[in-house]
């Protein structure tokens, strides 16, 4: 029986990011997985919206969930409001598993989200309970209250964020650092290592979901009991490759979706 891994998260109507991203990760990593919904995203070319769930219902499913035995990790994605934070929180403060926290706060698409009240209950409540947490640049800075331009910034910016008690704390430069490398920074309080892999170039990048999908999978290989160092290498190699066969949506939309077949698919092309 495969074992189970939960996702916290909200639900992309497009299925680039959120539950669906995370459970078909899970399902590529032989996992099954479980899912509490926290908000439902709902998103067309002109318009992005954030529907958080009533925190009663989120509870309900908590209770759900975690009335099961042989769940091996957890993450956590999108929690919309502080009130949702805080709920997760108390539960999750009960568990004894590997938690992955992506702090989800920043969209290019709405400024719906209340980013300053999210980043100090994340940092209160949720960030002491993290194995990783995995602040992208612009959550990084946001976090860490700095600006991030260099390795440099990242790896202060790291220090800062692991004061508020994460065991791990991975910065994802991408491509957003300046060069012909994306760049990403995984800090356990005692080193810093950085890691380089080719900026992906093509016509239309598929990079909607890489965090999530990032994080889901390092939240598969802990549930595997890998070391960090070897969980974030083979989950930066998942999301490179669920990057460069990605899904287009259509002409509408100037980017599209990471596929989470990806690498499977590649590898038994090669068999």
């Known amino acids: 029986m495969p074992h189970k891994i939960l996702t916290i998260a909200g639900s992309d109507s497009l299925a680039g990011g959120g539950v669906q991203a995370d459970l078909a990760t899970f399902s590529n990593y032989e996992y099954f997985g479980l899912s509490v919904l926290t908000a439902i995203v709902t998103i067309t070319p002109t318009d992005f919206k954030i529907y958080p769930i009533d925190s009663k219902i989120i509870e309900a499913q908590l209770q759900s969930a975690l009335a099961l035995d042989d769940i091996v990790a957890i993450k956590v994605g999108l929690l919309p409001t502080p009130e949702i934070i805080q709920l997760v929180s108390t539960y999750l403060a009960k568990i004894n598993v590997p938690i992955v926290v992506d702090p989800v706060m920043v969209f290019k698409e709405t400024t719906q989200i209340n980013i300053k009240s999210i980043a100090d209950t994340l940092k209160t409540q949720l960030l002491p309970l993290a194995t990783v947490v995995t602040p992208n640049l612009?959550?990084?800075?946001?976090?860490?209250?700095?600006?991030?331009?260099?390795?440099?910034?990242?790896?202060?910016?790291a220090k800062t964020i692991a004061h508020y008690g994460s065991k791990n704390i991975v910065v994802k430069g991408g491509s957003n650092i300046p060069?012909?490398?994306?760049?990403?920074?995984?800090?356990?309080?005692?080193?810093?290592?950085?890691?380089y892999q080719d900026k992906i170039h093509t016509s239309s990048l598929y990079h909607n979901g890489a965090g999530c999908t990032l994080s889901a999978s390092l939240a598969a290989n802990l549930g595997h009991s890998f070391d960090i160092v070897h969980a974030f290498k083979d989950a930066k190699d998942f999301v490179w490759q669920g990057i460069q066969n990605g899904v287009t949506l259509n002409a509408e939309f100037s980017d599209g979706n990471v596929w989470q077949g990806a690498r499977r698919q590649n590898h038994e092309a090669n068999i």
Do not use: C, R
Request: aromatic share 8%.
């Open 138 to 157: 612009n959550e990084a800075q946001i976090l860490a209250n700095q600006p991030i331009n260099s390795i440099d910034d990242m790896k202060q910016a």
């Open 179 to 195: 060069g012909s490398q994306a760049i990403d920074l995984l800090f356990n309080h005692k080193e810093s290592y950085v890691f």
